[in-house]
């Protein structure tokens, strides 16, 4: 048993690469090693801003014999009637390298057939290495690559140096016109410029020494320890995204505390946090009660030399942006949010759904039509109407313009400088939300029915100028907007179905919509309603069966879904389900027709007639308060009567009418179903 040792050394990779690169790279050496049928403990990679690192523990020394099966001709073919070999079997020996006497005879489906039996003795740990170590570094993917020097290899930067050991040994890589060795080199200003790695085993040390802190896990909380004590009195909200971009800035982190002017504290604290945290990587502060703090804490890669200096130029950065921020604050305040309404005409949203203004007449238009859906009073859609017009506004101001992640949010501020009242204002910030996966969703009813007919203008927009989402391709996040009007409409309760919605959005565009694209962005929708739920656990068929409803109302498919994720497991439902089965498949897709009771041959038919005109009376006001549940349990009720009729008729009867007859009282039950959905796709095993 061995360990092997690939480092990988380049120029400085952007942060955000390197997460996805281990976990690659890692994916790639199980993969390789056991399609090689090389042994190993564990796989651990490593990462930092010059290095990716790939550690095998306990290598074997070789890989296992494969026992290799070859089929050749049948036996019949294979051997004459005095059981001599034949020349078929002779040629396949032959072929395969072993003697005739060798060939073994074993019974397939198709007959008995000669095998050749072969085994094919392991390769050593180096030898497959020299095979495999070149593809870990070759077939790793980022999302953009650079080209340097000669090479033909595209990797995420420069690729300076490599370090391939399997204990002392080195095996032999070569990358372009690089050759992998034994020596590896510290921090890029504290530590040796060359250093020798004597074996994989002592390398983390080494590099420990020369101010390389290799494992990103520890480095990580090595990094938060620092950060909360530095913090001092004042406390740091956790932050995971910016930690773990931190952690991928530095090799040896030194954790230090900054300061800047209070007078800048009287900016929107938002717009404090957005220059600390987006554009320089620095941690805000708070005091005991959460109020910011006028002091950062960044982290440094390198140790405490020259930290005054260090300290003095971030923050002479951060003053520089503060400054900015504050001029352009300033500068917006002068003028009332309506005032940059026309400047929306000057932008284009999409070349080919026109300008911001145009969209914003769309969606104020979309906001008091859903609005009037929902049956809102007249006052409060007109906000909701006010919101919308405003929604964009801030777009086209100073502030908005330097740091584009603070649109919304500095809409609220500017609405309330100008006395729109805060309902309006709230409803400006929120409408982007979520603006990501696991984001929060507005809280306000304005907020998020602004935030619907923006989302639901700009996926109409989108399928009819032809850019829809086509595999890892979704540059206007359309799934994203899918997903965050589905997630709102469940949460507010709102009874508007996805289709009625598509069809508005898509006729504001005051054009001519081809069908294939309205039932294109209908189904969109609906599958991100469908991924939504399977999310939450509700298994496939139930999903299919409750959303084969035409109109889809993402708040009524959720409660058909809990009523019958509810009693799918119980005898009862069993029961139904088989009777419903039986109706369904004599019944295909009739559409029924009258019951005439002259043509009743039997007690049963009668019998059953009379419960579906009850339970039929009873369904009506269980489906208008939306009681699944209770329509259940109703139609569980007639279970026993389709079992009597099955018992007691023959269904498929010669006498034309007596049948169709028959034929349109189980339509009618199968009928009485389709409240719940379409039962038929719910898989369901025989009771036992």
């Not at 651990?44 to 026992?67: C, F, H, M």
């Not at 406390?235 to 995204?241: H, N």
């Not at 005991?288 to 405490?304: P, R």
């Not at 696991?438 to 203008?457: E, F, H, N, R, T």
Request: overall charge negative.
């Amino acid at each position: 048993m061995a360990d092997y040792l690939l480092e990988i050394g380049t120029e400085e990779i952007p942060a955000k690469f390197i997460p996805q690169a281990l976990s690659q790279l890692k994916y790639l050496a199980e993969k390789k090693l056991k399609e090689q049928s090389l042994s190993f403990q564990t796989i651990k990679t490593w990462g930092t801003p010059r290095r990716l690192v790939l550690y095998i523990e306990n290598l074997a020394e070789q890989s296992e014999d494969l026992k290799k099966e070859v089929r050749g001709p049948a036996k019949k073919v294979a051997f004459d009637k005095a059981n001599q070999p034949t020349k078929a079997a002779l040629g396949f020996a032959g072929a395969q390298g072993v003697e005739v006497e060798d060939l073994v005879v074993k019974e397939t489906e198709n007959g008995a057939y000669l095998f050749a039996v072969k085994i094919e003795k392991g390769k050593s740990a180096p030898e497959i290495l020299i095979e495999i170590a070149p593809q870990f570094i070759k077939e790793l993917n980022f999302p953009k690559t650079m080209y340097w020097g000669e090479n033909e290899l595209a990797f995420a930067r420069p690729i300076r140096w490599l370090v391939s050991l399997l204990d002392e040994q080195i095996i032999p890589l070569q990358i372009g016109n690089l050759y992998a060795g034994r020596l590896t080199r510290g921090h890029r200003f504290l530590g040796e410029e060359n250093l020798v790695i004597k074996t994989p085993q002592v390398y983390q040390e080494l590099l420990m020494e020369n101010y390389v802190w290799v494992e990103q896990v520890s480095r990580e909380k090595e990094c938060w320890r620092q950060i909360t004590q530095v913090a001092a009195k004042g406390k740091v909200d956790p932050d995971p995204q910016l930690l773990s971009e931190i952690t991928y800035l530095v090799e040896w982190p030194l954790a230090f505390r900054g300061n800047f002017a209070e007078e800048y504290l009287k900016l929107p604290e938002e717009v404090i946090v957005t220059v600390m945290r987006e554009h320089q990587r620095y941690f805000p502060v708070r005091d005991i009660d959460g109020n910011l703090l006028n002091y950062f804490i960044a982290v440094h890669n390198g140790n405490s030399d020259a930290l005054n200096i260090i300290r003095a130029g971030n923050e002479r950065v951060l003053k520089a942006r503060l400054a900015d921020a504050r001029f352009f604050w300033d500068e917006d305040l002068k003028n009332n949010l309506t005032n940059y309404l026309p400047e929306l005409e000057k932008v284009i949203f999409q070349e080919k759904l026109g300008s911001l203004a145009e969209k914003t007449q769309r969606v104020e238009k979309l906001t008091i039509q859903i609005a009037q859906k929902l049956a809102w009073e007249k006052e409060i859609a007109a906000k909701a109407q006010r919101a919308a017009a405003l929604s964009k506004a801030d777009l086209v101001t100073n502030l908005v313009n330097e740091f584009p992640e603070l649109q919304g949010i500095m809409g609220y501020y500017y609405a309330l400088n100008s006395g729109e009242e805060e309902i309006v204002a709230t409803a400006i910030r929120e409408h982007y939300q979520p603006r990501f996966s696991g984001d929060q969703l507005p809280l306000s009813s304005l907020g998020a029915l602004v935030s619907i007919a923006d989302k639901l203008d700009t996926m109409a927009g989108c399928f009819l100028a032809g850019i829809e989402p086509s595999g890892s391709q979704d540059p206007y996040a359309l799934r994203r907007q899918a997903l965050g009007v589905c997630q709102i409409l469940l949460v507010r309760q709102w009874k508007i179905s996805l289709e009625n919605l598509c069809e508005l959005a898509l006729a504001n565009y005051g054009k001519t919509v081809d069908k294939k694209i309205e039932l294109g962005l209908k189904q969109f929708l609906r599958t991100r309603l469908k991924n939504l739920l399977s999310e939450e656990g509700y298994q496939f068929d139930l999903l299919e069966a409750v959303l084969a409803d035409s109109d889809c109302i993402p708040i009524i498919i959720l409660a058909k879904l809990k009523a019958l994720n509810n009693v799918r497991e119980k005898e009862v439902f069993k029961n139904l389900l088989m009777s419903f089965t039986r109706a369904h498949n004599l019944i295909k897709n009739r559409k029924g027709g009258l019951i005439n009771s002259a043509y009743f041959e039997n007690e049963a038919e009668e019998k059953l007639k009379s419960i579906l005109d009850e339970v039929e009376n009873k369904i009506v006001p269980l489906l208008a308060k939306g009681d699944f549940l209770g329509i259940i349990k109703e139609l569980a009720g007639v279970t026993q009567f389709i079992d009597d009729f099955f018992t007691a008729v023959l269904v498929m009867a010669e006498d034309e009418k007596v049948r169709e007859n028959r034929l349109n009282l189980l339509s009618r039950y199968v009928a009485l179903t389709r409240p719940l959905g379409d039962l038929s796709k719910i898989v369901h095993k025989k009771n036992e």
